[in-house]
């Protein structure tokens, strides 16, 4: 009975060695994804003020070239 005692808890040491090393395995990888997640994050807040930007100047070119047209017309 002593030798199946042994070799289950043989077994068990064994599968939770493996799961630790599985475990930083996965550790591992959700910083590297996390690092990269930051990069993305910081590209897309960059473009998102640069789309912001070019709305405002849309925006404001439009409005200017509204009124000429509204000042034209009224001049008729």
């Known amino acids: 009975m002593s030798k199946k005692i042994e070799e289950y808890r043989n077994s068990i040491t064994l599968h939770l060695t493996r799961m630790s090393g599985d475990l930083e395995h996965i550790k591992e990888k959700v910083n590297d994804n996390n690092k990269h997640l930051l990069k993305l994050n910081g590209r897309v807040r960059d473009n998102e003020v640069a789309i912001s930007r070019i709305k405002g100047i849309g925006g404001t070119i439009s409005a200017i070239i ?11």
């Open 66 to 76: 509204i009124a000429i047209l509204g000042w034209f017309k009224m001049g008729e």
